[in-house]
């Protein structure tokens, strides 16, 4: 992975970071540094996450998967972290799996999704580590009355992730299900690269081997200097524009297929970084989609904004046809992938040409070996912000208060607080 | 439509606005209201928009479609403002028409997609007010080959909307294609309501005449005081509160249907009000499943978040059946519909206890009148705010800077500035 931080630097960008600033930085890179390998070598809650590249088992998950894999369709029941791995994985190299995540209680959407699918030849992948997750649990067993009525024996296409105890390893126990153990010390929202997401990625013909060879890229690069390390000099950078006022930072890919990573992107950085009115916003966005949307905003907006652009460094070919069209000349001859690199590097100029601080990363290709170097790196780079915020980043101790309350409002134990009310209507 | 601005005054959130801040507010929005209605009876450019609830001509949409009404899958060629609406009104609204929106100009999405699709039973809808939009006409004439190479003839499946010049005009004059006006005086942006978006609402089954109505339902509400407009009420506290702090404007729908709906919001929000250094930057989220996202972000990040909750009043049932699995006593015998309300009730009330200001929306229902209602008060409500920030709401000169440039080094005549590099690898 390569990370150009050019644009980022105060010569280019307000707010920007001076090369000195970056210098000084460097040493709190090096002393995080060793906080995170420390962290790595004693298997640590959360740092844990960072070794998956070797503790990860890529043949117990393809040895999981290999009676199902004559489905034609995959339904991975999950929500927040056991669902935007997968989701990730597959949305950018899947081949063909028709592929759902069920991770919201729509009724409308439920009831629409599974009268749909042909649930004889679905694949339902039930991942929550507690085996409680109201989201998670209420689909499960909505999922599973459908299958039955439907005439289909669930407990054929049935696949679990879950600790090593609770309601689901017990159920998957009871009846002999396949189960996966999710990975011990690693939270939710880090474990793309774990038996949570990797078996949605092997249905979909994802090469797991090449997936996590290209995470142990990542690990091996890690070190005690950004500018020795692409994942660390993106964290630092983001971490240095966002105390010097760059509070928003908005992925933008220029890769369709990179789309939900940019969303997990936002899942990483808000909910691991978040805390003590700390913590970055994510905003995401798809290039050139958005530049039809948020670049007007970026560039002449607010300067409250880093811009993440990535992209990779090759794309198939789709040529754009020969046209009569009056001022298309431009175009003719020319291939899909010239127009939207185009369109990446201007646009990348453009943020600079208005100071718009801005980081390019680039990839070779959207392929396994890429993703996993990419996947890996991101979680580094957000390990690394932590330690510089100095924020707890593996836990997520402000979502209890809600779903304490919502499980009171359930059960007609809990009253909510009165609300202040204004209405209009 | 509903509105509840009580989580957003400072007797709950900080940011937030005191009850005399918003009476002082309220006579700029008389002023700003009477800017509104005397653009609206000049049908002035921008103002136009908020005039489609009448002059959209719904018949003429249908008798456009109605030849193309055989075919299963649609597939609207267009970017920005040209494909959002579209997308949001099919995703919300649709009845079975399988839809896709060809947005950027990704060669590995493209040529996948086109690999996919019966191309022989798919409508294509271009849609380009200039007829010159780069990414829309280079995917047409990808698409106008692929048709051709599948033995389809595009003359017989291609609705075009477009300006009345222009090089999309001539084609579809040429050949003799059903082509129907962009409407005058109407950014994009604001273009759901019209010919550019409401061919694909009626492919795909909705009802035009109940969604303008909804959207008519609207601009009747309009009036001079925040404290009798829904619409109003919306856009001035959004912008009372940013100007206090709340430079986040976090779309959070309770309804899957209305996931769209949100990157619709962002859109507008962000090319409408982001100029001079001013504007709220939109994120994109979906209740309930950015609880287990970006919630933690929300509670316990910095103060500069507003948390737009939207729902429907009612929704389809989706009963969860009952279990013996342990601690799950509480959802059975629920309804999915019962879960996702209690999580709204209660992430509003988790908000409220921090004191994160949000704003509560309510419709009647997922159902075109609702929705017509929902993007019109949303569009009037942005309007407003760009009144009050003075802004040009209707413009977006920051985007033409790239624009030129890509097409520069697609042409070959020009460089790029010099750009500052820092590379890490």
């Known amino acids: 992975m390569r990370v150009d931080i050019g644009n980022a630097l105060a010569a280019t960008a307000r707010p920007g970071v001076s090369a000195d600033a970056l210098d000084r930085l460097d040493d709190r890179v090096a002393a995080a540094h060793d906080r995170i390998a420390d962290g790595m070598a004693d298997s640590e809650f959360g740092y844990a996450a960072l070794n998956l590249p070797e503790t990860a088992d890529p043949a117990a998950v393809e040895a999981a998967v290999e009676p199902l894999a004559d489905a034609d369709t995959l339904l991975t029941v999950g929500i927040g972290g056991s669902a935007l791995g997968a989701a990730t994985l597959v949305d950018a190299l899947g081949d063909g799996l028709d ?26 992948h039930v991942v929550s580590r507690s085996g409680t997750t109201a989201e998670t649990l209420a689909n499960f067993l909505v999922v599973r009355d459908a299958m039955a009525d439907a005439g289909v024996d669930w407990t054929e296409r049935t696949l679990v992730t879950t600790g090593v105890e609770g309601n689901l390893r017990d159920l998957a126990d ?36 090449e997936l996590l060879a ?24 983001a971490y240095a524009l966002d105390v010097r006022g760059a ?25 691991s970084l978040g805390k003590d009115g700390l913590g970055q916003t994510p905003a995401r966005a798809l290039g050139a989609t958005d530049q039809h949307s948020q ?10 904004k ?82 510089l915020y100095g924020v707890e980043t593996f836990t997520q101790p402000a979502v209890e208060w809600g779903k304490d309350a919502a499980r009171g409002l359930l059960r007609g134990e809990a009253d909510l607080p009165e609300k202040d009310v204004l209405v209009v209507e």
Chains 1, 2 share one sequence.
């Open 99 to 124: 592929y759902h995540a069920l991770d919201n209680v729509d009724p409308a959407h439920v009831r629409d999704l599974l009268a749909d699918l042909d649930l004889a030849d679905t694949v339902v």
């Open 295 to 304: 670049l007007q905003l970026y560039r002449a907006g607010p300067r409250d």
């Open 247 to 271: 509070s928003v930072n908005a992925m933008l890919p220029y890769a369709e297929g990179l789309e939900t990573f940019a969303e997990w992107f936002a899942q990483l950085w808000a909910e």
């Open 306 to 387: 880093l811009v993440t652009m990535v992209r990779p460094e090759s794309r198939p070919d789709c040529a754009i046809p020969e046209t009569d069209l009056d001022g298309l000349d431009y175009l003719a001859g020319g291939d899909l992938g010239g127009l939207l690199d185009a369109e990446f590097e201007a646009t990348e100029a453009s943020l600079a040409e208005s100071g718009v601080p801005s980081v390019r990363v680039e990839l070779p290709a959207v392929d396994a070996h890429s993703l996993g170097r990419l996947l890996f790196d991101i979680e580094a780079a957000c390990v690394l912000a932590g330690e």
């Open 174 to 209: 009871d009846h002999g299900l396949p189960v996966l153990d999710a990975p011990e010390g690693v939270p939710g929202r880090f474990s793309a690269l774990s038996t949570v997401a990797l078996p949605a990625a092997a249905l979909a013909g994802v090469d797991l081997d």
């Open 214 to 237: 290209g995470a142990a890229a990542g690990r091996d690069a890690l070190s005690g200097s950004l500018y020795d390390c692409p994942a660390y000099a993106y964290g630092a950078v």
